[in-house]
């Protein structure tokens, strides 16, 4: 088992940055693919990113592809997801998740075990 916790989270003007956290602990970190999500009032979860466990592959939700960046630390056990260029379509609270052995490929909110509690993200326009 691994347990989550995000950080990072804020509010922000439009165009601005931030860099979101999160942090395990329990089982190994490095046999788990980790994902961002995030989840707007009134909207289904969605996927943003997603990192192998080796943090050498990476994928994107079209809608923030070329704007945030998803890396992983796994001597630190960390994981983290670098937002440029917000706008007030990324508001929302963002989780991360991990997914035991998995390869950094999953899209869907039904293929990650463990969630952390949320951070808030708040873009003004």
């Known amino acids: 088992q691994v347990q989550l916790v995000e950080s990072g989270g804020g509010l922000v003007q439009a165009g601005g940055s931030l860099r979101l956290s999160c942090a395990a602990s329990?089982?190994?970190?490095?046999?788990?693919?980790m994902g961002w999500f995030r989840q707007a009032p009134g909207k289904e979860r969605e996927f943003v990113a997603a990192?192998?466990?080796?943090?050498?592959?990476?994928n994107y939700a079209d809608s923030v592809k070329g704007r945030f960046t998803i890396s992983r630390d796994n001597a630190k056990n960390t994981m983290s997801l670098q937002m440029n260029s917000l706008n007030p379509e990324d508001t929302a609270v963002y989780y991360c998740?991990?997914?035991?052995?998995?390869?950094?490929?999953?899209?869907?909110?039904?293929?990650?075990?463990?969630w952390g509690q949320g951070t808030q993200v708040t873009v003004s326009s």
């Open positions: 998740a991990a997914e035991s052995y998995g390869f950094g490929t999953s899209r869907e909110v039904m293929n990650y075990d463990y």
């Open positions: 329990g089982r190994t970190f490095s046999t788990y693919a």
């Open positions: 990192i192998g466990r080796g943090g050498s592959y990476t």
